[in-house]
């Protein structure tokens, strides 16, 4: 008989950064190329709360916003964010917004952006199997953990404090992200781009399931605003996507494909 593959080691770690906390998990990999390669990852994140933060007035983005730099003059990462923030809003038609009462503001986008970024940066290291960064929530996974064994999301119920209304198995995925938008944790913060308003809506939350957390991270934003009728039909039409709502009455609506990522 076979003996059973060998479990590769896991480096787990936790970041205070951007308002939330960032957490790694990281199977295989030469361990001393893995730490400096995580050092880097986490240095990443600190640098995107750098440049990105609303609430720091030496950030490009503040400055952005007050008119003391153009977008000619900013950093390659905020060009970058803005370019796909851009992408986003005309993909959304315009339900996810790169601005906030007028000003530049793409906090939408950006935690999902940096949580991706660092995965891939951590993957990349020789020998590295598996890659989990869970950014306040929202995870974006790549490879697996173990021979044989899936990176799985549990989804937090938001009517049932500490249940979980599904788990998602990234079996079968070189790469599988997951992001849930909704009004449990936060409240009403999500704001219709429309109004500017916070958004009237019959949902509490949106789960998006696809292979990058920039995207999915926008696209839950996006269809919680646009409410669960068209919000379901929205994503229905986009490719590789897979989505989870559920409505302030307890209904649970899913798209077609759900099924095959739910263990």
Not at 125 to 130: F, K, N, S, W
Request: net charge negative; with cysteine.
């Amino acid at each position: 008989m076979a003996e059973p593959a060998e479990a590769p080691a896991a480096l787990r770690h936790a970041e205070e950064v951007m308002g939330t906390v960032f957490s790694f998990d990281v199977r295989g990999g030469e361990p001393g190329a893995v730490r400096q390669a995580l050092g880097t990852a986490v240095a990443g994140l600190h640098r995107a709360d750098a440049l990105f933060s609303t609430y720091r007035e030496d950030s490009e983005v503040s400055r952005l916003a007050r008119g003391g730099l153009t977008v000619a003059q900013v950093a390659p990462e905020v060009a970058e964010v803005l370019d796909m923030a851009a992408e986003a809003e005309r993909v959304s038609d315009g339900w996810f917004s790169p601005r906030y009462r007028g000003s530049v503001d793409p906090t939408g986008i950006v935690k999902g952006w940096a949580a991706e970024r660092a995965a891939r940066l951590l993957a990349a290291v020789d020998g590295v199997c598996g890659v989990s960064v869970n950014g306040g929530g929202d995870v974006q996974m790549l490879g697996a953990p173990e021979p044989q064994r899936p990176w799985r999301v549990g989804i937090a119920d938001p009517l049932r404090p500490g249940g979980l209304a599904a788990v998602i198995s990234a079996a079968g995925a070189e790469e599988l992200s997951v992001a849930t938008s909704g009004t449990a944790e936060r409240g009403a913060h999500i704001v219709d781009p429309r109004t500017g308003r916070p958004a009237v809506t019959d949902l509490v939350s949106v789960t998006v399931v696809g292979p990058r957390l920039t995207w999915v991270d926008c696209w839950a934003t996006a269809a919680f605003a646009m409410g669960s009728r068209a919000g379901l039909a929205w994503l229905e039409s986009l490719p590789d996507i897979e989505a989870l709502l559920i409505t302030a009455g307890d209904e649970v609506r899913c798209t077609g494909g759900l099924a095959a990522r739910l263990g």
